[in-house]
T-cell receptor, first 114, second 114 residues
Framework: DTGVSQDPRHKITKRGQNVTFRCDPI?????LYWYRQTLGQGPEFLTY????????KSRLLSDRFSAERPKGSFSTLEIQRTEQGDSAMYLC????????????FGDGTRLSIL | AQSVTQLDSQVPVFEEAPVELRCNYS??????LFWYVQYPNQGLQLLLK??????LVKGINGFEAEFNKSQTSFHLRKPSVHISDTAEYFC????????????FGKGTMLLVSP
């Protein structure tokens, strides 16, 4: 169990640029989740996958956001035309399919928009 | 829909003193409950979980929590805290149907001083 890995750990970019984050889940986990965490708040759900299928998307996930998990393994989260309000920590988590199994989190990607 | 309320945004305590971090939830369906800890610039680490059975659950680092269905609470306790317990603590719930995602509280910052 190597844990959930996220890359990069930090990303600084100018407003209007596109950014892409990668998440590698624990290898035997079918489910993969993306959350966003702003200062002083708990993580807020963005979207989740079971294998390669995207099963649920939050209303927080505007049309500038897109997530993929093409082969049911790693996932990418892309933000197009970044805005100041996108500055946050983006957390990835994974879990087995069985109900009640806890989600295991990566260390996150901290995005700063200049 | 579910909601989680963590009643204290910050709890200051002296080393070796006991502590209780409060969590209340609201849900129209049965839920599983979790406590996570987050150290600075890191992801979330699972402390403990309640799925069913005994309402007193023990977790890592000497923490325990008690599920109270009638009061819809899941308070976290530790009899004697250490400086190293200084961190942000999040309570979270997920419907036990198996097809949904975690809803987090806003977190409680535990500040342990010598």
């Amino acid at each position: 169990d190597t844990g959930v890995s996220q890359d990069p750990r930090h990303k600084i970019t100018k407003r209007g640029q596109n950014v892409t984050f990668r998440c590698d889940p624990i290898s035997e986990h079918n489910r993969l989740y993306w959350y966003r965490q702003t200062l002083g708040q708990g993580p807020e759900f963005l979207t989740y996958f079971q294998n390669e299928a995207q099963l649920e998307k939050s209303r927080l996930l505007s049309d500038r956001f897109s997530a993929e998990r093409p082969k049911g393994s790693f996932s990418t989260l892309e933000i197009q035309r970044t805005e100041q309000g996108d500055s946050a920590m983006y957390l990835c988590a994974s879990s087995p399919t069985q109900g009640g199994q806890p989600q295991h989190f990566g260390d996150g990607t901290r995005l700063s928009i200049l | 829909a579910q909601s989680v309320t963590q009643l204290d945004s910050q709890v200051p305590v002296f080393e070796e003193a006991p502590v209780e971090l409060r969590c209340n939830y609201s849900s129209s369906v049965s839920v599983y409950l979790f406590w996570y800890v987050q150290y600075p610039n890191q992801g979330l680490q699972l402390l403990l979980k309640y799925l069913s059975g005994s309402t007193l659950v023990k977790g890592i680092n000497g923490f325990e929590a008690e599920f109270n269905k009638s009061q819809t609470s899941f308070h976290l306790r530790k009899p004697s805290v250490h400086i190293s317990d200084t961190a942000e603590y999040f309570c979270a719930v997920i419907p036990n149907s198996g097809y949904s995602t975690l809803t987090f509280g806003k977190g409680t910052m535990l500040l342990v001083s010598p």
